[in-house]
């Protein structure tokens, strides 16, 4: 089942320029970015996506088992 996108904005104006551009880098599964900016709305876009793309190969290396994992106890 997929899941619809969905984009909030907290203190940015919402424009379908805006929203066409995070629509393109999306990657169709979900994450969940929280940046705060008092800068250009791309800045902080570039920002967020830098930011997801980490988390997302941080994911792909633990899968990968090349992250140990820290055994609490």
Do not use: N
């Not at 104006?13 to 551009?21: E, I, T, V």
């Not at 880098?25 to 570039?46: C, F, M, N, Y």
């Amino acid at each position: 089942m997929l899941t619809p996108l969905q984009i909030s904005l907290h203190g940015i104006a919402p424009s379908d320029a805006l929203h066409r551009a995070i629509r393109e880098k999306v990657p169709g599964s979900e994450i969940a970015v929280t940046r705060e900016h008092d800068e250009d709305v791309q800045v902080a876009l570039r920002d967020a996506f830098d930011a997801a793309r980490r988390q997302l190969e941080d994911y792909a290396r633990e899968k990968r088992g090349d992250v140990k994992r820290h055994v609490s106890g």
